[in-house]
């Protein structure tokens, strides 16, 4: 079954400090992974794509990793601001243009 | 530059009544996307079409749910009727082309049905 799954669930981190998002999945054949960032009330913005050749990505302080073998997928979030709390979305393209989402992690920087 | 622009930014109707939400694409892009996004399923792709012509509406939740894109430059959902459960935040993105997987959100249209 094709499933993309998050964790943690949510998360409160001290603003400077850093934090690592994970994302597992089990879709197959797999395409791509994306990462996006959802600020509440506002669309999904990506933050980094990855095929299956790609095992990390950097945006800024945001650096994605990538491990097909294992289908895992973490994001890494560096000297954490305040902007940076939303929601964080995994998804994952299978098949030609399937796709399945993680639930995403609420992530929440506090000063 | 402008993004993709979603009307209304938020609909508030009757149980039974149509609702139609409309998006306009970024120019020059050919694939466009409907997601709908609540607290207990997340984000769920409804269809997309690829230059005007719908490829995937697998995501469709029922009949009552429709989608056109008579141009390159504007598509609707309809609901018809609507019923409390449609309550949700329906996003549609646009991208390139068919096979980018950089796709660009809209604002959002917040639906709620009563």
Not at chain 2, 9 to 16: D, F, I, K, L, S
Not at chain 2, 71 to 76: D, H, K, L, M, Y
Request: contains cysteine; proline residues 5%; glycine residues 6%.
């Amino acid at each position: 079954k094709n499933q993309v799954e998050q964790s943690p669930q949510s998360l409160i981190i001290l603003e400077g400090k850093n934090c690592t998002l994970q994302c597992n999945y089990t879709v197959s054949p797999f395409s791509n992974l994306r990462w996006y960032k959802q600020d509440t009330g506002r669309g999904p913005v990506s933050l980094t794509i990855m095929t299956f050749s790609e095992n990390t990505k950097s945006n800024g302080r945001y650096t994605a990793t990538l491990d097909a073998d294992t289908k895992q997928s973490s994001l890494h979030i560096t000297a954490s601001q305040l902007s940076d709390s939303a929601s964080y979305i995994c998804v994952v393209g299978y098949n030609n243009n399937d796709m399945r989402f993680g639930a995403g992690t609420r992530l929440t920087v506090k000063p | 530059d402008a993004g993709v622009i979603q009307s209304p930014r938020h609909e508030v109707t009757e149980m039974g009544q149509e609702v139609t939400l409309r998006c306009k694409p970024i120019s020059g892009h050919n694939s466009l996307f409907w997601y709908r996004q609540t607290m207990m399923r997340g984000l769920e792709l409804l269809i997309y079409f690829n230059n005007n012509v719908p490829i995937d509406d697998s995501g469709m939740p029922e009949d009552r749910f429709s989608a056109k894109m008579p141009n390159a430059s504007f598509s609707t959902l309809k609901i018809q009727p609507s019923e409390p459960r449609d309550s949700a935040v329906y996003f549609c993105a646009s991208s390139l082309q068919e096979s980018s997987y950089e796709q660009y959100f809209g604002p959002g249209t917040r639906l709620t049905v009563t």
